[in-house]
């Protein structure tokens, strides 16, 4: 737990540290970011990404439509068109769920 609390003070995120939250390869992020217009991490001097947390949570819309929900790369952009606002919140209660499930689990573990 300690890292996670270390993580929600971050301001930005190299495109590795989002690759590994979502478990995929940081071209495919990249890849992402060229087809996606919610997706626009600040450069460094470097050239390097800065993700912040309203461009991994974008990142996070889209995993979940692609690769959980199987809508293409078209499909899940015009639903981010269109119902962008919806599809946010059903996102929110989703990890909310999630949390709660996990919560749950790890207490039922302790019993």
Do not use: C
């Not at 390869?25 to 217009?37: H, K």
């Amino acid at each position: 737990m300690p890292y996670k609390e270390k993580i929600i003070e971050k301001k930005y995120f190299s495109i590795g540290e989002v690759a590994d939250m979502l478990g995929v390869a940081t071209s495919l992020i990249r890849f992402w970011e060229t087809e996606f217009d919610n997706i626009k991490p600040k450069k460094n001097r470097k050239g390097n990404r800065q993700f912040t947390k309203e461009d991994i949570e974008n990142v996070k819309l889209i995993f979940h439509l692609v690769k959980e929900k199987g809508y293409t790369l078209q499909g899940a952009k015009d639903l981010l068109k269109n119902d962008s606002e919806t599809l946010n919140d059903k996102m929110d209660m989703i990890s909310n769920l999630k949390d709660i499930r996990s919560f749950l689990v790890n207490i039922r573990d302790q019993l």
